[in-house]
């Protein structure tokens, strides 16, 4: 018997770094929210102990690396269950070193497997907790849709859903070090922060428009020169009619929302000729 999970990519709708913390993490304050831009997480028990990782992209880790492997293995270390053998088979689809958590999401989707199959009963919060073990992504990765992610982006608030949209999501041929990002806040201080109370606001009013306005990365304000290729990605996506567009986590993936289907499938037909991916998408949920 095989089990397959979509493991959804998050966007950023509003990234915000409030300070960096004695344990050499950052405090955050985050808005996130899932798309249906997704690989697929199949888990095959077999007879053999042993975790192993395949996917259909050869340079990703097959073992131990792989983040799959990793969150397997921290959920039977929280549980104290025995760890039978499978092999965990991942069809990527979500750009990988993009900014959209692809990694952290084929853990979740391990987790949330795991759970349906020696734990029903595991409460959403602790299967969180052990997502934070394996990384800083990974709790929001198993709860997904809207959130208010804080701290290492471990502490987590449900927020209301985005309001209907197409989601243009662009990756850029280029890849950015997200320490070399953080190393840059560092140096340059940060002036201007998103407006998150705003943005919740606009949420809870159901306001498309007042979310799209208030789209703000603060890795945007301090992202070197050479990586010139994420504003004109921007840029073209503001002329191709994007209510607004932002850069998702240290980049370099852009995206911008649009209300209609027509003009975003227009959009991703133009970006394509840039070299660029480009994907049109919508919000999406994991299921429990
Ligand atoms: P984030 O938005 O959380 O910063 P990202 O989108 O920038 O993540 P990922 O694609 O999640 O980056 O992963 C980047 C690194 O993790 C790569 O170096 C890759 O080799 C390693 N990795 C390990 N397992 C996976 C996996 N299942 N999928 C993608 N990358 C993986």
């Not at 992504?137 to 197409?166: F, H, Q």
């Not at 990756?171 to 705003?198: N, Y």
Request: net charge negative; charged share 20%.
């Amino acid at each position: 018997m095989n089990y397959t999970e979509s493991a959804y990519a998050k966007l950023n709708l509003a990234l915000d770094i409030l300070g960096r913390r004695p344990d050499g993490y950052h405090d955050m304050r985050m808005v996130m929210q899932s798309i249906d831009l997704a690989d697929q997480v199949t888990l095959s028990p077999r007879s053999e102990p042993g975790i192993s990782v395949s996917t259909d992209l050869p340079y990703l880790p097959k073992g131990d690396g792989n983040i799959a492997a990793k969150a397997a293995a921290r959920f039977f270390e929280a549980t104290g269950l025995p760890c039978p053998g499978f092999d965990i088979d991942i069809f990527k689809q979500i750009p990988v070193c993009a900014g959209m958590a692809g990694g952290s999401s084929d853990g979740a989707a391990v987790l949330r497997i795991l759970r349906r199959l020696y734990v029903p009963d595991m409460t959403e919060e602790r299967l969180e907790e052990i997502g934070a073990l394996v990384g800083s992504d990974v709790p929001y990765c198993v709860r997904g849709g809207t959130v208010l992610a804080e701290g290492r982006g471990e502490r987590l608030s449900a927020l209301p859903p985005l309001p209907p949209c197409w989601l243009v999501v662009c990756k850029p041929a280029c890849s950015i070090s997200t320490p070399e990002l953080f190393a840059q806040v560092r140096v340059k201080k940060l002036r201007c922060h998103p407006d998150i109370p705003g943005m919740t606001a606009a949420l809870e009013q159901g306001d498309l428009e007042g979310v799209a306005r208030r789209l703000y990365n603060v890795f945007e304000d301090v992202l070197p020169r050479r990586y010139s290729q994420v504003f004109e990605v921007k840029s073209s996506l503001l002329e191709l009619g994007a209510m607004a567009a932002s850069m998702t986590g240290s980049g370099p993936s852009v995206f911008g929302i649009f209300r209609e289907e027509d003009p975003a499938a227009r959009a991703v037909d133009a970006l394509l000729p840039l070299g660029v991916s480009a994907f049109l998408c919508r919000t999406a949920q994991p299921r429990p």
